[in-house]
Structures are given as C-alpha cells and as structure tokens.
C-alpha cells in the first residue's frame, strides 16, 4: 500500500518515539511496576475494539488521528486543519483574512505575500486541494480559491503557512479549482464563475451582455503565475481533472447567459465544458490567443466549435465535478436534476477527433434523489452522492448504474442516509486519489438546525463523520463548524512531513532577513535600532522568558517597524509581540524572524510584551517604548 511508504513516515516514526517516551515517563513518574502492564493492557483493548468496530471513531486522549483533514472556512477566508476521525480542530491557516493571533495580514512578510491584494481583508474559500505525484497526495501544497476577490493561495504544508497569493486577471470570482493530477501537479485549474466584459473598465457597453464571459484559469503550480486562460461559454462552476494528464473538466450553469434567476434556468439543458491541455498549450506556444488589460497572459477562445474544448449538454444547472479515482469517469452532479451524468473518460479522444457526439461520451444518468451536489468515491467501486434538497446522503454502485443504464435489472442505489441537513460537499478519505481508502466520509452540511444548543441566530454548520468501512454507511460524529465549509480534503498522515522549527533561510522571512543585513545588523545576535530619517528598523532578539533589547526611544510621528527573531531552538515555544494600544501584534515561531510596522502617533510610554505563553515568566516578558513628544 502506498499509504505505508515508510521513506516518508515521519510522523509515523515520531509517533512510535513519542510513545517510548511517555511509557519511559509513565515508569519514573508512577514509579510502580504495572505501568507497562497498562499500556499493554491498553494497546490490546484497541486492538479488540478495532476488530469489533471496524473503524473505531474515538481517539483517545493522547492518541493522534489517522487523517489531516484541511477544511476551507468558507466566508472567514481562512483553511483549518482538522483531525480524522477524531474532528478536532487541530490549527486554523490564515490566508485572505486578518487574523488577530498570528498577525497574518499585518506583518511586514504577511502583507508581501498577499501582494496587490495587501490591503483587502477579507476572502470567500471553497476548495482546498492538495498537490499530487501520480495522481497521489505529496504532502507539499494546498491550494485554496478565494470567490470574493477572484484570488488563488497557496499554503505550504511544511509550516503550514500560506506563502503564495494570486489576483486572476481578466476575470471574477474564482471559484472551483483543482489540481493536475498525473504526472504531477504542474497546473493549477480554476473557474472564473461571473461573467463579465474581458475590459472591464466601465468604457464599453454595461448593459450589452453579448461582451460578457467567464473564463478557465491555469495557473503554474510552483511559480503561482498564470499560465492561460480560456473563453468558454456559460458560467463555470466546478471543475477536476482526469488520472491521464489530457483534460480538465467542468461544470457550466446559464448557458443562456441570463442575467436573472428566470433567464439562468430557462434551457433544459447545461453542459459540462472538457478542455485539452495538449491542445490548449499548443494553441500558447503558435501564438494563437490575445490579451487583455496591459497583462501578457494568453487568452485562448474555447467558446462553442473551438478545438480546445468540447461541450457536453447535461440537465440543467448541475453543480459538482467529481473524477472517480479509477480514472475512468468524470461525473457531473445535477442539481436541478434529480440525477448525475457519468461521462466516459476513454472516450474523450475519440469526441475530440469528432468520432462521436458529445453526449455519446454519457454512459449513464442515474436517479438518484432531489439536490445532487457533490459525489464521493470509496475503493470499493461504490459513489456518495449529497442530497441537498432531500438531506441524505445516497450511496451507489457505479458499474450497476452503467448496466442498468443499458437494460439490465439492477438495483445501483446500495443506501440512502439522512444526514443533518441540506449537504453541500461530502469526502471520502483520500478518495479525490487512486489511493481511495474507504475508510470514513464527511458530510459538510449546511444547516445544523436542532443538532446543537442554540446559539442564537446564526447557527454552526455541521460536519458529520459518517464510518463507510462496512457495508453500511453509519454517522459517528456531528462537528460544529462556523462560517461555511464548502469543501474538505482528507490526507493519511504519512503523507505529511511537517516541521517543528522554522529553518533559518526560510523564504518567509528571507526579505526582511535581507534588509537587516543591508542596516548591518545580524538578526540571530544583536539587538539595534537603525535611524533612516523618520523611519525606524528595531531588531530585537526573543529566548524565553525575555526580549534582547527592554527599552528603545523614538520620536512622536516616526514609523517604526520592529523586526523580532525567535532564538529559541525548543519545539512548540511560540513568542509574541504586542505593541500596546497600536494595533499591533503578531507571533514569531521558534528560529522564525517577523516584523510589523506602525507609527508611533501618540506621545508617552507603552509597553509591548509577550502574548504566546512562553515561559512561567511570560508575563515579566515585555519592555517599553519612550515616544517623546
Ligand atoms: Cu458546492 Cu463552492 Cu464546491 Cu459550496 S461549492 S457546496
Ligand atoms: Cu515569550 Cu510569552
């Protein structure tokens, strides 16, 4: 399995370390002779309640979970890392918002990586997904959509950090987006939805809707730079790629390109757009696109008879795009419809030499129930469908939903489950993978209604864990979510190699490294104030439980930036720093060098100090700022 590569098993490995050490301290804290006893006792009452439970949904107290799931946090602009099956939360990763604890968004190395955008707050993520090497997780990125300012992260699965960010040019609202999943993760792929005049400068007709278009964005995976871009027609919705490395696919609602709810849901029929990469990267390279708005990033027209794409009609207004992970079928969920269209991937070539007709590639639309949105995947050839107007979950057998589809009398629907309620997107464990394990499944759903105390209006979503091991699906977990997770993906751990300390060179901070050496100061050892007119760089070095330098002057109207490098080389020895009533603070990881700039506009004297508890002296950890009038 390779799941159980053991050249990347760190936290595997550490895993079994950290359990010799809490046995060796469990013998020399207790001091008695059974404590081995016990953890042996232990570890064979997991093993029994494991064979009797299948999977077993609790993890006990110092237990770690099998899976890293990442969450986006919908409205709140940020992704979560949450633990499977355990469902706690285990970290949040700030990326289009502020955030207060971190200092995301406020520091000097938060706000160059959100570039162009530095000065917007606030983000709309729906899609997080991992790279991949083969079509299998490698640990390295995730990737995140941002609807609200038609953005594109990136977060670094290392340190969990984001370290890039993109505004799609020539475009509105980025909304689905995947990754390229054979032979790695080149391209990003991802739905400008809104569509709107290429030139959007107000200069040409508002109201002429005909000017009006939504575009397919590829972006360089590793450079986080457009690649290209592609006219379609329609409103793109959701999209995914294929286990081949030829096409994308995606979902497209309006394809009347109405501008009301009645003129979007006029025509019986939507489509779902292919795009072929070899085509559409030919189509670069001979120099056969335009492009907008002072930008160089091609523009190629894949509208209705271009050779770029092909348009398969499908029910109306159908909504997820779901690739099953035997690379055999992209499956367009209807929404409107009652059913989903399982499009024949092998037969894609032959629609693109125009052997057949688009909707010859349609190998089965089965019913499923009111509201399908989103299709899961286990190993076992079997797909979770939601259905979000009947809140349930329905399970089927695909091959069985082909064959009936051509006649034969069988039952494809294995199990409806109601879930609690109105379902968005539900995830198999590693099931967006060939490593497919079907293990456990998450219903995000919408409304959590009467499944928790009431907190007032606004209510939590809820994220059920729903155990597929066996032959019926069972819910094990209700997990109260704020602000909406659309989309999940669910990761095995020993596909994560996470660090504990932040490498000194680290890019993060590689620029403000770089000009502290400019002002001739050594982060790592001195403590200086470097005078630039009215502008002032403070160094100051942190080891718990003190700053290197306790006090520094500065004059009323001077900008002061204060560059702190974490000296502590201890795992988990987070400090702070706060600038009181200013408005600023941020957190500073062990090795990790961070800076935040503000002006000193009020005279007196003002404490800053440590707000990560740090040490038992953490809160003797502070010193003060003399600001003379
Ligand atoms: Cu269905 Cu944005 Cu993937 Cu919400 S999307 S549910
Ligand atoms: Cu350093 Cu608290």
Not at 415 to 437: C, F, I, S, W
Not at 578 to 600: L, N, W, Y
Request: proline share 5%; net charge negative; charged share 25%.
């Amino acid at each position: 399995m390779s799941n159980d590569d053991k050249s990347s098993n760190n936290v595997e490995l550490e895993n079994e370390g950290r359990r010799k050490f809490f046995g060796k301290t469990a013998i020399l804290g207790a001091g008695v002779v059974a404590a081995p006893m016990t953890a042996a006792m232990f570890s064979s009452m997991a093993q029994a309640r494991a064979k009797d439970a299948g999977s077993d949904p609790f993890v006990h107290p110092g237990d770690l979970d099998e899976y890293y799931g990442f969450w986006s946090g919908g409205q709140s602009g940020e992704v979560r890392i949450m633990g499977i099956p355990s469902m706690r939360e285990l970290m949040r990763i700030p990326v289009f918002n502020i955030d207060s604890a971190t200092g995301w968004g406020l520091t000097n190395e938060s706000k160059r990586i959100k570039g162009d955008s530095a000065n917007i707050m606030v983000g709309d993520t729906h899609h997080p997904h991992m790279s991949m090497t083969d079509g299998r997780y490698n640990g390295k990125y995730v990737f995140i959509n941002d609807k609200s300012n038609t953005r594109v992260a990136r977060i670094r699965c290392d340190v969990m950090k984001t370290d890039k960010m993109l505004t799609v040019p020539n475009t509105q609202a980025i909304h689905g987006l995947r990754v390229q999943k054979v032979p790695y993760t080149k391209y990003i792929v991802c739905n400008g939805e809104f569509e709107v005049p290429i030139v959007n400068d107000g200069k040409a007709s508002l109201e002429d809707v005909s000017t009006y278009r939504s575009i397919y964005n590829v972006i360089d995976a590793e450079t986080m730079e457009m690649a290209f871009q592609v006219i379609v027609d329609g409103n793109l919705d959701n999209t995914d790629a294929d286990y081949d490395g030829k096409y994308f696919a995606s979902t497209c609602y309006n394809s009347e390109m109405g501008m009301s709810l009645g003129e979007m849901i006029t025509s019986e029929r939507d489509h779902v757009v292919v795009f072929s990469l070899a085509r559409c990267e030919a189509a670069v390279k001979a120099g056969k696109f335009k492009t907008y708005n002072g930008n160089n990033v091609p523009v190629l027209d894949g509208r209705k008879g271009s050779q770029l794409t092909r348009y398969i009609p499908v029910p109306k207004s159908p909504h997820g795009l779901n690739t099953s992970p035997n690379g055999e079928y992209f499956i367009a969920n209807g929404k409107l419809s009652p059913t989903v269209s399982i499009i024949s991937i092998k037969k894609l070539d032959a629609l693109f030499a125009d052997e057949i007709k688009p909707r010859d590639t349609i190998i089965a639309e089965p019913e499923l129930g009111l509201g399908p949105l989103h299709t899961a995947f286990d190993n076992k050839g079997n797909a979770y469908t939601t259905l979000f107007l009947d809140s349930q979950i329905a399970k089927w057998n695909v091959q069985d939903a082909i064959d009936a589809h051509n006649g034969k009398k069988v039952n494809y629907i294995r199990q409806k489950l109601d879930v609690h309620y109105q379902p968005g997107h539900n995830h198999t464990t590693m099931g967006e993978t060939r490593d497919a394990d079907g293990k456990w499944l998450v219903s995000l759903c919408k409304f959590s209604k009467d499944r928790f105390l009431p907190v007032g209006p606004l209510r939590p979503e809820n994220d059920q864990l729903i155990d597929i091991s066996g032959d019926e699906m069972k819910i094990v977990h209700d997990g109260p979510a704020f602000a909406e997770p659309h989309d999940c993906m669910m990761v095995h751990r020993t596909k994560m190699k996470p660090l504990k300390l932040w490498p000194r060179t680290d890019p993060m901070f590689a620029e403000t490294i770089a000009i502290a050496k400019r002002d001739g100061v050594d982060v790592y050892s001195e403590n200086k104030i470097i005078r630039d007119g009215k502008i002032l760089r403070v160094y100051i070095t942190s080891i718990a439980p003190t700053y290197g330098m306790t006090e520094f002057k500065v004059k009323l109207g001077d900008e002061v930036t204060v560059i702190v490098t974490n000296l502590d080389q201890v795992e988990d020895v987070t400090h702070g720093f706060c600038m009181t009533d200013h408005g600023a603070q941020m957190e500073i990881g062990p090795q990790a060098t961070a800076s935040i700039t503000f002006m000193a506009n009020k005279p007196g004297v003002y404490w800053y100090y440590c707000n990560w508890f740090c040490h038992a002296l953490h809160m003797e950890m502070r010193g003060r700022m003399l600001v003379e009038a």
